[in-house]
């Protein structure tokens, strides 16, 4: 059969415009429902979502990076690989990483694949400065950008790495499986005591003293300068990803639809009427939030009600990353959309 080429790169112009005329309804929940799932198709237990019985293989990042549907990307499009973390220094220029060690870098001439020193799969990324950028992922694996050119960094760790957030270029976080919390200072690498065994799945900070962790069985963890305390979450479902909107405001998602608001120091839940696994969350401060899923539907939040935009893909967007004018998210199969809020 002849293959049709295609990269998934979407505009969105504008989160307002949007709202406009939405009607579609929330896909099911296959892990609560299995029945959801029709012929040809399987229910993906990580995503919650029905998808065709081939897409399992074509989501691993290994080779053509093709659709269950024939399409496939070929160069010089940037790859198929699904994309597991974006993070931006500003609407022009940032990395996202993911699948097979695939490293993307936004610049002037747009989306453009970085040579990578590694296969493993890369879960997340942070952006230092216009030359400087840490990623993280599978087997320990650590990388660091310095000149344009990605090295990799031992931390002497072989545990699955999953978050990264830089406070500053000398002052870097990474979690992961086992509650794992490793601290990078310059070239020095240390452990940090987290007082958990759960995966670590995000973290994100405001500054040094105030910095956020989210992960499995609810688990969410703050760091206040001194050390690692736990904060009740209210829930046990595996939180996926988390955003530190300010010193004292935060939001946490994960599976079932689970969305946490940190506010006057207490956890508390929101309901976006949805099953689905929530991904991923970042914002502009507390009043520009967007919250990514699995089957591709994106939510905003504008500091007092939450709203659901159509993204344009049924694909899982596992990242957000939303700088001072505009936003970007990425996800399966190389996706990457862009969003003018």
């Known amino acids: 059969m002849q293959k049709n080429y295609l990269l998934l790169i979407g505009l969105l112009t504008g989160c307002d415009g949007l709202w406009q005329g939405l009607r579609q309804p929330v896909t099911e929940n296959c892990v609560i429902n299995p029945a959801t799932c029709g012929q040809g198709e399987v229910c993906n237990s990580s995503s919650e979502v029905c998808e065709p019985a081939a897409n399992s293989q074509a989501d691993m990042g290994g080779g053509a990076g093709c659709l269950p549907t024939e399409f496939c990307w070929q160069s010089p499009l940037p790859q198929g690989n699904s994309l597991r973390s974006v993070s931006m220094l500003s609407a022009t220029s940032g990395w996202a990483a993911g699948d097979s060690g695939s490293i993307l870098q936004l610049g002037t001439v747009g989306w453009q694949a970085m040579a990578s020193p590694t296969k493993n799969h890369l879960y997340g990324v942070a952006a230092i400065s216009a030359t400087q950028a840490v990623a ?33 270029g000398s002052d870097v976080w990474m979690v992961g499986d ?46 206040d300068g001194n050390g690692f305390r736990a904060q009740p979450s209210g829930t046990k479902e595996e939180l996926r990803g988390i955003y530190a909107a300010t010193a004292t405001e935060a939001f946490a998602c994960g599976t079932r639809g689970t969305l946490l608001r940190h506010l006057l120091g207490n956890w508390s839940s929101v309901s976006l009427g949805t099953t689905q696994s929530l991904e991923a ?47 970007i998210l990425v996800g399966s199969f190389g996706t990457i959309l862009h969003a003018n809020c």
């Open 136 to 168: 993280v992922g599978q087997s320990g694996t650590i990388l660091r950008l310095d000149g344009g050119k990605w090295t990799a960094q031992s931390c002497n760790t072989q545990v699955t790495l999953r978050g990264v957030h830089a406070v500053s």
């Open 178 to 223: 086992q509650g794992t919390v490793l601290r990078l200072n310059g070239s020095t690498c240390s452990t940090v005591n987290s007082g958990t065994v759960e995966r670590l799945q995000s973290i994100d900070a405001v500054d040094g003293s105030h910095l956020w962790v989210a992960g499995g069985g609810g688990t969410i963890l703050f760091y």
């Open 281 to 327: 969350v970042h914002g502009r401060l507390a009043d520009n939030v967007l919250v990514t899923s699995a089957n591709g539907s994106v939510y905003h939040f504008d500091g007092a009600t939450w709203k659901l935009i159509p993204s344009g893909t049924k694909y899982g967007l596992e990242s957000v990353f939303v700088t001072a004018t505009d936003s």
